[in-house]
């Protein structure tokens, strides 16, 4: 398994009570990053954070891997499953790409052009 997938939630899908809980810091970011280096169920992976999104893309080392991103997204943020799951979208292969290039020129902001991601 190595299609490339993004987990991720954004204005669109989350009250800003729960991204502000799922959010991370610079400081987090960096340890979670170390953490999932040394995880067995991720290949790569890359954290992006701001106000209105969190979003993890990543290639699971298997089949299981999305589970274990969203495992490990709960156990990292002390948040459980059952709070953000239903606000949470994810996107593999082309989809995952598409949406980074869409994020990434502020084609997905709160407000178009706007240059924060």
Sequence with gaps: MSDITLIGINHK???V???EALSFTNEETSDALKSLI????????MIFSTCNRMEILFIPA???GTQAMISFLSKYKNVPVSRFQDALYIYKGSEAIRHLF??????????LGEPRF
């Design 17 to 19: 009570e729960l991204r």
């Design 38 to 45: 040394s995880n067995n169920d991720i290949k790569e992976a």
């Design 102 to 111: 869409r994020v990434a020129s502020s084609l997905d902001s709160m407000i």
């Design 13 to 15: 899908t989350a009250a």
């Design 62 to 64: 298997h089949e299981n």
